[in-house]
């Protein structure tokens, strides 16, 4: 059974700056589309960033020029830098496939951003 295992989170100051990392267990990361998720306190969970296999990622507008998503395929990790950190960012962030999530949801880290 393939597994997500999401680190990383942590509180932060509006405007400092956090990198998450997802590690994939039980398959290689290769053969997956990946995707960062956030969950805040009362939302739905919406997807972040994604990247394709083959490296070329995209952002939603709402982090786009603040958050990079970047991929290792031989360590089988996913990362999500995330700079210019606003208090609205504060949320529970998941590692899955993209852009449908097709892998049981990890445990997330919590990403708070506070004064």
């Known amino acids: 059974q393939v597994q997500v295992v999401e680190s990383g989170g942590d509180l932060v100051v509006p405007g400092g700056s956090l990198r998450l990392s997802c590690t994939v267990i039980g398959n290689s990361l290769s053969l997956y589309e990946m995707g960062w998720y956030r969950q805040a306190p009362g939302k739905q969970r919406e997807l972040v960033a994604q990247i394709t296999a083959h490296g070329h990622a995209m952002s939603s507008n709402f982090v786009r020029g603040r958050f990079t998503i970047s991929r290792d395929d031989v360590k089988n990790t996913v990362s999500l830098q995330m700079d210019s950190l606003k208090p609205e960012d504060t949320a529970v962030y998941y590692c899955?496939?993209?852009?449908?999530?097709?892998?049981?949801w990890g445990q997330g880290t919590q990403v708070t951003v506070s004064s």
């Open positions: 899955n496939t993209a852009p449908m999530a097709l892998i049981s």
